[in-house]
T-cell receptor, first 117, second 117 residues
C-alpha cells in the first residue's frame, strides 16, 4: 500500500523568503513522486516529478524537490517566494518501476501556501 | 502533454437527480481517471476508466452511484447518480500519456464544481 503525508496544512512565508513544503511517503515498492499545484478555482498543474535517475529534480516556476529514499521524503523548495506562488500544493505517489504500474495517484492532504508582502 | 476539458464547469443540482460530466482529451491516452475533491480536502480516486470495458472502482465507490463510460481513447463520462448534498465536490478527470517526455505524468482537467441542494 502507498500513502503520503504532508506536514503542515498551512505554511506562511514572506515574499522573498525560502519556501519549504514537506512530504513523506510510504510505499512497499519503488515510487514515482509528484508535486502538483492548484490555484483557486482551477485544476491541478504538475510542478515536477521524480521517476528514476537524479534525485534532485527541478520543476517549473523555480521549484525543486529532492527524493531521499533513506528518509522517505520528497520535500518541495523554492529559494525565494513570490506572491504568485500562493496556492494549494499536493504531493502524490504512484507505483514506480518494477511495480504494477496502474498509474493511480495517491495524494497527500495538501498544503496551503500563503505569501505575505 | 495532454490538454483536458470538462463539461460542465459547474452545476447546481437538486437532490435525487443525476448529473453526467464529460471529459475530453486532445490526444489519445492510455489511462483515464476520475477523482473527487471534497470541500477543503485532497483528491480521492473514484475509479480508473477503462476503454471498452467496465471501470475499476476504488474502495468506497460503486458503479451504481458513479457509472463511468469510456467509449474511446480520448473521451470519458462520469455520472453522479441519485445525488445528495454529500456529493457536493469538485470532480476532476485526469489522463496519463503512454510515452514521450511526459511518460508517467497525469494531466488534469479544470474540474467540475458540483453543488447539490
Amino acid at each position: 500500500a502507498q500513502s503520503v503525508t504532508q506536514l503542515g496544512s498551512h505554511v506562511s512565508v514572506s515574499e522573498g523568503a525560502l519556501v519549504l513544503l514537506r512530504c513523506n511517503y510510504s510505499s512497499s515498492v519503488p515510487p514515482y513522486l509528484f508535486w502538483y499545484v492548484q490555484y483557486p478555482n482551477q485544476g491541478l498543474q504538475l510542478l515536477l516529478k521524480y521517476t528514476t535517475g537524479a534525485t534532485l529534480v527541478k520543476g517549473i516556476n523555480g521549484f525543486e524537490a529532492e527524493f531521499k529514499k533513506s528518509e522517505t521524503s520528497f520535500h518541495l523548495t523554492k529559494p525565494s517566494a513570490h506572491m504568485s506562488d500562493a496556492a494549494e500544493y499536493f504531493c502524490a505517489v504512484s507505483r514506480g518501476p518494477g511495480g504494477s504500474n496502474t498509474g493511480k495517484l495517491i495524494f497527500g492532504q495538501g498544503t496551503t501556501l500563503q505569501v505575505k508582502p | 502533454s495532454a490538454v483536458i476539458s470538462q463539461k460542465p464547469s459547474r452545476d447546481i443540482c437538486q437532490r435525487g437527480t443525476s448529473l453526467t460530466i464529460q471529459c475530453q482529451v486532445d490526444s489519445q491516452v492510455t489511462m483515464m481517471f476520475w477523482y473527487r475533491q471534497q470541500p477543503g480536502q485532497s483528491l480521492t480516486l473514484i475509479a480508473t476508466a477503462n476503454q471498452g470495458s467496465e471501470a475499476t472502482y476504488e474502495s468506497g465507490f460503486v458503479i451504481d452511484k458513479f457509472p463511468i463510460s469510456r467509449p474511446n481513447l480520448t473521451f470519458s463520462t462520469l455520472t453522479v447518480s441519485n445525488m445528495s448534498p454529500e456529493d457536493s465536490s469538485i470532480y476532476l478527470c485526469s489522463a496519463r500519456t503512454s510515452g514521450g517526455v511526459s511518460v508517467n505524468e497525469q494531466f488534469f482537467g479544470p474540474g467540475t464544481r458540483l453543488t447539490v441542494l
